[in-house]
């Protein structure tokens, strides 16, 4: 069975659609900005929410200006493991319900400029159930260069969701993404390769995440971490692993949080460290990852009461 990669975490991550280890209110946050002689400003209110935009960059430098609208899609619509989210955006992993009608309104607007407003604007959709609307986004962000739009179009089609099943298009999607760098389309085109019979590439597909971590990106890290844990595509290397989720956990990466804390916990390419694995289980358990939560039970009831056939009753708990 086709099982890709959605939205942001894999097998031992948080899931996000019934089939995809990874599938994609923050209004809050108060803006400031140094404000120098050659640099001007424009001021203005979308949804209770004032930002402040620069209109004109130092006089020997091209204005790139970034409108409000596009601020304010970004902050409660982006996807955060979309390559083309700046840095200081952290995204959200679903719209909150109560931001939809906000960010569908403000990411069309953004979307006469900007490409991730886009696929932004498609995530809105897919958010409030009009996936007619979500696939037309998707696209035009796909025909504009959107790697995490040809992932969720793949997706769609992989899947049958809102479109007709076809794999064969889903093999198209995610290979350009992949291709593009996009860690999903890496991992759910070898995902794809696998559930169709066709022998997949682990190797290729190695080599593509390693690609994609040049960019620090923390889904691929953490999804290059797990294939070095497992040694497929390569060596096995638990301490280049340990490494690798380290870097996307120092991301907020739920997945990497969590085998941050298994490592640490078995000492695994590294020192053991009980309380570190608490705090890494603890934030990644903060952040919705479910593995984290069910490990930290297991810390708190640590035997395991089993019946006289050796199967698992309970944990017992002090």
């Known amino acids: 069975?086709?099982?890709?990669?959605?939205?942001?975490?894999?097998g031992r991550g948080a899931r996000h659609h019934p089939k995809f280890p990874w599938s994609g209110s923050v209004v809050q946050e108060s803006l400031v900005m140094l404000i120098?002689?050659?640099?001007?400003?424009?001021?203005?209110?979308?949804?209770?929410?004032?930002?402040?935009?620069?209109?004109?960059?130092p006089l020997h430098a091209p204005a790139r200006a970034q409108s409000a609208d596009l601020v304010l899609c970004d902050r409660i619509a982006a996807d955060p493991s979309d390559p083309d989210k700046p840095a200081d955006v952290k995204g959200v992993a679903e719209i909150a319900k109560s931001d939809i009608p906000t960010a569908i309104k403000f990411?069309?607007?953004?979307?006469?400029?900007?490409r991730r407003a886009v696929y932004a604007l498609g995530r809105a959709y897919a958010a409030n159930h009009e996936m007619p609307e979500a696939i037309v986004a998707y696209r035009k962000a796909a025909d504009k260069?959107?790697?995490?739009?040809?992932v969720e179009l793949g997706v769609m089609y992989g899947t049958g969701t809102g479109v007709p099943k076809d794999e064969a298009q889903a093999r198209k999607l995610f290979e350009r993404a992949a291709e593009g760098g996009n860690p999903r389309g890496v991992t759910n085109l070898a995902a794809l390769s696998k559930s169709a019979g066709a022998p997949a590439d682990p190797v290729k597909a190695r080599a593509l995440?390693?690609?994609?971590?040049?960019?620090?990106?923390?889904?691929?890290?953490?999804?290059?971490?797990?294939?070095?844990?497992?040694?497929?595509?390569?060596?096995?290397?638990?301490?280049?692993?340990?490494a690798l989720f380290e870097k996307a956990a120092a991301q907020d990466h739920p997945g990497a949080l969590e085998r941050m804390g298994a490592?640490?916990?078995?000492?695994?390419?590294?020192?053991k460290d009980s309380a570190a694995a608490k705090a890494y289980y603890e934030k990644a358990a903060a952040l919705g990852n479910d593995d984290a939560k069910v490990a930290l039970k297991r810390a708190e009831c640590p035997y395991v009461i089993k019946d006289k056939q050796g199967k698992f009753v309970t944990n017992l708990c002090f």
């Not at 086709?2 to 939205?7: A, T």
């Not at 960019?215 to 060596?235: F, I, W």
């Not at 490592?263 to 020192?271: I, L, M, S, T, V």
Request: hydrophobic residues 40%; positive net charge; glycine residues 10%.
């Open 263 to 271: 490592f640490a916990q078995a000492g695994r390419g590294g020192a």
């Open 36 to 57: 120098r002689p050659s640099v001007a400003v424009t001021f203005a209110c979308r949804a209770g929410l004032c930002l402040l935009a620069l209109t004109t960059a």
């Open 107 to 114: 990411c069309k607007i953004a979307s006469n400029s900007s």
């Open 1 to 10: 069975m086709f099982n890709p990669l959605r939205q942001h975490h894999r």
């Open 145 to 150: 260069g959107s790697t995490s739009a040809m």
């Open 209 to 242: 995440l390693e690609k994609a971590v040049e960019s620090n990106s923390a889904e691929a890290e953490y999804q290059l971490g797990l294939m070095t844990a497992d040694g497929v595509g390569g060596p096995k290397d638990d301490v280049a692993a340990r």
